[in-house]
Nanobody, 120 residues
Framework: QVQLVESGGGLVQAGGSLRLSCEASGNIFRINAMGWYRQAPGKQRELVAT???????NYADSVKGRFTISRDNAKNTVYLQMNSLKPEDTAVYFC??????????????WGQGTQVTVSS
């Protein structure tokens, strides 16, 4: 089985920065695409950024130029550097990974979420 553990959330003022981390563990053969999603109160979960195994990236329009997704394949870890944070970035941020498991095929996994709160 695979587990994703997130860290780095917290409370910051508008204009500040946070760096989220998500480390995958388990019987992993290969982590394919990874991504960050977020869900604000009363809203649906939305895609923030994704990154392929070869570090091709994609961002939601709302975070382009402010957020940067990256990964360390040797550590099975994905990061989200968040700069110039706005109050509307406040949400629970979830890590997602498309994982090929040794001898068990391929499945999608989610972290438990980490709270990001941006004050004005």
């Amino acid at each position: 089985q695979v587990q994703l553990v997130e860290s780095g959330g917290g409370l910051v003022q508008a204009g500040g920065s946070l760096r989220l981390s998500c480390e995958a563990s388990g019987n992993i053969f290969r982590i394919n695409a990874m991504g960050w999603y977020r869900q604000a109160p009363g809203k649906q979960r939305e895609l923030v950024a994704t990154i392929t195994y070869y570090s091709s990236t994609n961002y939601a329009d709302s975070v382009k130029g402010r957020f940067t997704i990256s990964r360390d394949n040797a550590k099975n870890t994905v990061y989200l550097q968040m700069n110039s944070l706005k109050p509307e970035d406040t949400a629970v941020y979830f890590c997602n990974a498309d994982v090929s498991i040794l001898l068990r095929g391929r499945n999608d996994y989610w972290g438990q979420g980490t709270q990001v709160t941006v004050s004005s």
